[in-house]
Each structure stands twice: as structure tokens, then as C-alpha cells.
């Protein structure tokens, strides 16, 4: 594609050099660049591109996207931009040629529920023998390939690349989890969705946001950039906050406890599934939620919301719903052979940790015993929250490592410890993680539950900047497996 093409109408600041060269891809890591792509010089949290842009040419660039002023280089075109993220986004729009037109984008954006909500959602369309992709949490999937993903929702390059490849196998409909960062920082910004779907709002990524507030404000940039519906949960006080808002859009709102356009009620919890009946305007049908918890409930009616909107057939949902498989570390029982009741939750913020524990309390025979941590280098203010809430419903808390990052794991626990001794749960501190989850099984009875929070699908431990291997599931079941 013609250099000149892929900017546009963009609003750049200067050019030098001809804008005539065809170029053969967009990349911001250097060490990916190969003859005559397009180089984008990002300036990011960790590194600066402009210190890599003698290392692109090297490779083989020849034009180089910047935001300073750099000398100017003999057959390398130049083009100065106010916000080279922004830039990004625009111009891999532009190279991939807007791939998101050619399937229904459903986009997702809340604190908790958006994984678990995508794939009802997916499950739905399949039974509906439709071919559906999703960019998620867990990772990309196409069809049926699983692909890995590096963040929720990844740069506006890698996006564009995925949803090429979607639009390649004929994806009918395409799910995206959109996170606060991916809206604050411009990646889908040349993005248009069809669908936005709001799960509910609180505090988390505040060491980012600063004030809930603008939290909200960035997940709000979702709702402006649909075409079709938005679909909010009406329980949720910024869910109400948005349905007041001058959105372009019609919306359609769901929940439990007020009213909304579609609603559960005469709801009926289990330990292994949810039996409810649904309220569609005047039309009542019982449906059963093959997940327990009032959570994963709310994530089921925003998937209905959505199914309904395209027309797919009631028995389909319901079918779905029924069937559906458990989604890997979202509230998921691990089976083994001495029958212990171990559940892996990917719960890391204060309102899903309380969210699980007092659902699986409903079902405690035995004591509630959760294991769980915080994450270094993110906001710190959550940690005594955490601690007092899993004091408050649980009955024994270990207090161990979650992704530490670059901060000292005692420093952590130290700080969630400070919230536990406001309650009087019993607690113990096991900086190992693995010796944290081998102390809990070893010290259950056959009625008691354990709730290991926070890493759900996750299969490394982030230590001092580097991801080492660590599969909760498999530690769970060798521990038991050696009792």
C-alpha cells in the first residue's frame, strides 16, 4: 500500500521525504521490522521508540513515524505526529483496510464479568451455527484456534491483525473485552463497535486512573463508538449513570434488583447452577444457568440482552445456558479424585473477591477457606480492602504472592494483612504461593471449601519482571494426588 494511502486524512503535524514508497507492513517494535515497513516511534511507560528508530532503518524501514524532531535522513520519509499511539491506531486502521466492518463487533467493557459474559455470549452464537471470534482476557480465539494475547486488549496493531485473520474465516460475529487502558490510550479509537455492553463499575486501576471518575469516563468512550445498541446493567449505579448519559445509540438494560427490559427473578441458587426465571417484557421463561452465583447471572442476561438484539431463537439461549462448559479459573471446581472442594477464581479486585466468597459461602458445609494475594506495582489502597472483606467471609485466609511484579511480596501481604486484623478470621501469611495452596489442601476436611483467588487462567507468576511457570490447576492436583 501507497505510503500516502495508509495517512490519509490523518491531521500530521509535518512531512519530509516522499509519501509515494509502498510500504509492506506497520510495526512499533523495531526488532520486527522488516524491508520497507512503516516504523512507528511510540513513546510508552518503559521505553521510548525514538531510541530504536536507527535500529528500524537498519532493518530494513523506510519511513518512520515520530512525535520529536529527528535528523533528517537521506531516502527515509519522516512524518512528525502530535500522539504516535494515536497515529497507530489510525494508520493500521487504514493498512488492513477497517477488517471490523466486515463482521458484527460486539464490545465489551466493565470491572468484573467480561470474560465470563464473552464466552456465554460465544456459546450462544455457536449453537446458533454461527462462526464467532473473541479478543479476551484468556486470549484470542478464532473459530476454534486459540491464540495468546499479551494484555485484555492489545495495541491497535495487534487488534486490526486479529481481526483480519477473522475477517479471513468468515467470523460472523466478533467479541472484544475492552478494558479502560485500551479506551484511555487510543486503541480502539478508529474503531467502530455495534454492540457495547456494560457489566458494572468499581475500584480497580486507580494507581492509573486516579479517581473513579475518570475511571469511568474511560469506560464510558465505549458507548459513543456503537452504531446499533448499548446494553447496560441497570443494577449498577454507573450503569444508571450511563443510561442517563446523550448516548447516540438505543440501549436496552438488564438486571436482578430493578427494573430493566429483560430481568431475572424467582432465582433459585445451587453450589454447580443457577435456575431462574426471565422477564422479556411480558413474556416469562424458566431458564437454568449452568454456573452458580449471583455474578455470573448478571453476566448471563447481558449475553441474552445481546442474543435477543440479533434475533437468535429462545430455545438456543436457553439450551446454551444449560450446557454451557465451565470457563477456565472463572469460579471453576476442579475435579479429583478425593473429592475435595478446590475452586480457582480469577477474582483480584475488592468487589469480585466479596462477590465470590459470599456466593460460595451460601453452599459452605464446612469452613471457607480462601488463599489469596495483590498484585505489586498496581493500586495499593485495594489491599486492606481485600484483607477485611476476605476476613469477613471466609474462615480461614492465607495471605501469599499474586504476580508481585518488581515489589517485595512481604510488602504486599503486609498491607492486606492491615485489613484482616480488622475482622476476626484467622489468618496465616505464606509468602510461596505454591506452599500457600499445598498448606491449604493439607489442612481441609472433606466438607470445607477452598477458593484460591486471583490467577484464574493464568499460568505464570510475574516476579521481578519475569513470568515464571505456574499452573495453579496442575499444583492443585498433584498436592491432592500426594495426600
Not at 537498519?58 to 535528523?71: H, L, N, P, Q, T
Not at 438505543?250 to 430481568?263: L, M, Q, S, V
Not at 498496581?378 to 492465607?398: C, P, Q, V, Y
Request: with cysteine.
Amino acid at each position: 500500500m501507497k505510503l500516502k494511502d495508509i495517512i490519509g486524512l490523518y491531521p500530521v503535524v509535518n512531512t519530509n521525504g516522499s509519501l509515494e514508497k509502498t510500504i509492506t507492513g506497520i510495526e512499533h517494535n523495531s526488532k520486527n521490522i522488516k524491508k520497507d515497513n512503516l516504523f512507528i516511534a511510540q513513546k510508552g511507560s518503559l521505553y521510548d521508540g525514538h531510541n530504536f528508530i536507527k535500529d528500524a532503518i537498519k532493518r530494513g524501514a523506510s519511513a518512520i513515524v515520530v512525535e520529536d524532531d529527528i535528523e533528517i535522513m537521506e531516502d527515509i520519509t519522516i512524518i512528525k505526529v502530535h500522539n504516535s499511539l494515536d497515529a497507530l491506531a489510525y494508520f493500521a486502521g487504514k493498512y488492513y483496510n477497517l477488517p471490523w466492518r466486515q463482521m458484527e463487533f460486539i464490545g465489551i467493557t466493565g470491572t468484573n464479568g467480561k470474560t465470563t459474559t464473552s464466552y456465554i455470549l460465544r456459546d450462544i452464537f455457536i449453537n446458533n451455527k454461527n462462526k464467532v471470534g473473541l479478543i479476551g482476557t484468556i486470549g484470542a480465539v478464532i473459530g476454534d484456534e486459540k491464540l495468546p494475547l499479551l494484555n485484555t486488549t492489545p495495541d491497535s496493531l495487534e487488534i486490526e491483525r486479529k481481526l483480519v485473520q477473522m475477517e479471513k474465516a468468515n467470523i460472523d460475529y466478533s467479541i472484544m473485552e475492552v478494558s479502560s487502558h485500551a479506551l484511555n490510550l487510543r486503541r480502539v479509537r478508529y474503531i467502530d463497535f455495534n454492540i457495547g455492553i456494560f457489566t458494572n463499575l468499581s475500584p480497580e486501576h486507580l494507581d492509573y486512573h486516579k479517581t473513579m471518575e475518570n475511571y469511568f469516563n474511560s469506560k464510558s468512550k465505549l458507548f459513543s463508538k456503537t452504531n446499533k445498541f448499548n446494553i447496560i446493567n441497570a443494577d449498577d449505579s454507573y450503569g444508571d449513570r450511563l443510561t442517563k448519559e446523550n448516548l447516540k445509540v438505543p440501549f436496552i438494560t438488564y438486571g436482578i434488583e430493578k427494573r430493566a427490559h429483560i430481568r431475572a427473578s424467582d432465582i433459585e441458587y445451587y453450589l454447580n447452577k443457577t435456575v431462574f426465571t426471565l422477564n422479556i417484557l411480558n413474556k416469562k421463561e424458566k431458564m437454568e444457568l449452568n454456573f452458580p452465583g449471583k455474578f455470573n447471572l448478571y453476566n448471563a442476561l447481558a449475553a441474552i440482552s445481546c442474543s435477543i438484539i440479533y434475533g437468535i431463537d429462545l430455545e438456543i439461549i436457553k439450551s446454551s445456558l444449560k450446557n454451557i462448559k465451565p470457563i477456565s479459573g472463572r469460579l471453576e471446581f476442579i475435579e479429583n479424585d478425593k473429592n475435595l472442594n478446590v475452586i480457582i477464581d480469577f477474582a483480584h479486585t475488592p468487589n469480585g473477591l466479596e462477590e465470590t466468597l459470599k456466593q460460595i459461602k451460601l453452599f459452605a458445609i464446612g469452613r471457607l477457606i480462601v488463599v489469596f494475594g495483590a498484585g505489586g506495582d498496581r493500586d495499593k489502597e485495594k489491599r486492606s480492602i481485600m484483607g477485611e472483606l476476605a476476613g469477613r467471609h471466609s474462615d480461614l485466609a492465607i495471605v501469599t504472592s499474586d504476580n508481585p511484579r518488581t515489589e517485595d511480596p512481604l510488602n504486599i501481604i503486609n498491607d492486606i494483612i492491615k485489613g484482616i486484623k480488622k475482622t476476626n478470621c484467622n489468618y496465616i501469611e505464606i509468602k510461596d504461593r505454591k506452599k500457600a495452596i499445598e498448606y491449604a489442601i493439607n489442612s481441609c476436611d472433606k466438607d470445607d471449601i477452598i477458593l484460591l483467588a486471583g490467577k484464574g487462567h493464568e499460568k505464570f507468576i510475574e516476579i521481578n519482571g519475569e513470568k515464571l511457570p505456574f499452573d495453579e490447576k496442575e499444583i492443585v492436583l498433584n498436592t491432592i494426588k500426594s495426600l
